[in-house]
């Protein structure tokens, strides 16, 4: 999918909470081998949010820093969309309290976008899509999760919270990156799921690996290099959904892309799982570092299921916009570790009735 | 159970630090004032007000009231503004036995309470130690 007219990023911004619990405190508690998600799955900690933290929070700090990477007001942003599994409400949009914490009310569209991991880039493409047309001149796209993982289930080693967003607009001379194109492959694979009322999702254990990640990320960038007829070697820096830190670098190489394009947007191994965040949160640690002329491909991955492919060229101006709000690193360095029992207070695992 | 009408009238105060200047002697105040207790001036307008400042005083709460439960202990605090107002708001992301006045402190958008099981969820701007 191509636009008509170009869309580019005017600013990226991120948010991940501070505190961190490591996979051995959860394999101490439930009697795990530790080796097999340190070695195996390549996780070593993992992001948790605060007791008073939530989507609507990390949205509303990740928004922030992409407007201040933008150089815009919120009132110029006319869509605000959050894509994420952990909405505050079943039903009242987080997105209503993103745009009115960030000065975008009232005359901005906003609603919550659903699709499991690939919630975030759906919301990227929805933005995408109205800029292109004209209905709006700025779109804000957020994709943020404090996830969910059923204590003791093997989810718990990797469901973490964090948020990245991006403000789109105009691929004029202030967008720092244009979206060249992008594809989506959807199709309906029950590998993971959360019913209506469940407080934890469940999934097909390893049903979730080859007929679903595996299947829909590779598929989606084939059909994306096909279309914009390029090879993987055209990109500089490869993005893909993470589960953990192993399955990018297995999908890496089934596309024949060299891990070293894909480490600088590894986060799963530091962070965890993000769920709906965790390939725009890759992505924002990529234009961190990108420089004008690299190109970039995203590929996301959201249970249910399906990938979406996004094609982007870093322009000149990134290197000014890079220091005017925190980086992914800064955030990633900037942790508090936690026991399990504080895990499961700041996760309302535990909780007491007065 | 908490007020909604309440809460929401007071949205942008609690999500963009919205005060009020006063016309007459130019002082601020946080939350809006409609008649300046300085001058006496009704001429005030509402403006955003700097989300930097450095904590002067606070308090650790141990017996909430309802609602703030699950948040205990939390540090309620006294934070003058880069502008000079001040602003008496919640101080998060701080070990509450290490924290000491004088320490810088920047705005973050986090929740402050929820209505039991089935009630709203309220936010507001907290503080925390700058980084």
Redesign the interface.
């Known amino acids: 999918m191509r636009t008509r007219v170009g869309v580019g990023i005017h600013g990226w911004g991120v948010y991940i909470p501070?505190y961190r619990i490591k996979v051995e405190e959860i394999a101490r508690i439930w009697g795990y081998d530790v080796n097999y998600y340190v070695k195996s799955l390549m996780l070593k900690e993992k992001a948790v949010a605060?007791?008073?933290?939530?989507v609507?929070?990390i949205a509303?700090?990740a928004a922030?820093n992409a407007l201040k990477r933008a150089s815009i007001e919120g009132s110029k942003v006319g869509a605000v969309y959050v894509g994420t599994e952990s909405k505050?409400?079943a039903v009242k949009p987080t997105a209503t309290?993103v745009a009115?914490?960030i000065?975008a009310t009232p005359h901005v569209l906003a609603a919550d976008i659903e699709f499991a991991c690939k919630a975030g880039t759906e919301a990227f493409q929805i933005c995408t899509g109205l800029v292109a047309s004209g209905m709006v001149e700025y779109a804000l796209a957020i994709g943020a999760d404090t996830a969910q993982a059923n204590p003791g289930d093997h989810l718990e080693f990797s469901a973490a919270s964090g948020g990245a967003a991006y403000v789109l607009g105009p691929d004029d001379s202030r967008a720092v990156a244009s979206i060249e194109g992008s594809v989506s492959y959807v199709t309906d694979t029950p590998d993971f799921w959360r019913r209506e009322l469940s407080p934890y999702p469940k999934h097909a254990e390893a049903f979730t690996g080859d007929p679903a990640y595996f299947r829909h990320v590779v598929n989606a960038a084939r059909e994306l290099m096909s279309q914009l007829g390029l090879r993987a070697s055209d990109f500089n820096y490869v993005v893909f959904h993470q589960p953990n830190g192993a399955f990018p670098l297995r999908a890496a190489a089934m596309l024949g892309i060299p891990k070293e394009k894909v480490l600088p947007g590894l986060l799963a191994p530091e962070i965890g799982n993000t769920y709906a965040a965790s390939s725009l949160l890759g992505l924002a640690a990529v234009l961190d570092v990108a420089k004008p002329g690299e190109r970039i491909l995203v590929v996301s991955y959201g249970s249910g299921a399906g990938s979406d492919a996004i094609s982007l060229i870093v322009k000149d101006g990134i290197e000014e916009r890079k220091n005017l709000a925190p980086t992914v690193r800064d955030y990633v360095n900037?942790k508090t570790y936690i026991d399990y029992g504080l895990y499961a207070r700041f996760r309302?695992i535990i909780?007491?009735v007065? | 159970m908490a007020s909604v009408p309440r809460y929401w009238r007071n949205i942008p105060s609690y999500y963009r630090l919205v005060g009020s200047k006063c016309r007459g002697c130019g002082r601020t105040w946080f939350p809006p004032r409609r008649c300046c207790p300085i001058c006496y001036s009704r001429d005030l307008e509402l403006i955003e007000l700097p989300t930097e400042g450095v904590l002067e005083e606070f308090t650790i709460i141990r017996t909430p009231p309802s609602g703030f439960d699950y948040y205990t202990p939390y540090v309620v605090g006294i934070v003058k503004l880069r502008d000079g107002t001040r602003v008496l708001t919640q101080v998060v992301d701080c070990d509450v036995t290490e924290l000491k006045p004088g320490t810088e402190v920047v705005a973050t958008f986090r929740r402050v309470r929820e209505d039991g099981d089935f009630g709203i969820v309220m936010y507001a701007l907290k503080f925390r130690p700058k980084r």
Do not use: F, N, Q
């Open positions: 501070r605060g007791i008073d933290e939530d609507a929070t509303v700090e922030k505050p409400y309290i009115e914490a000065g900037d309302r909780r007491y007065r």
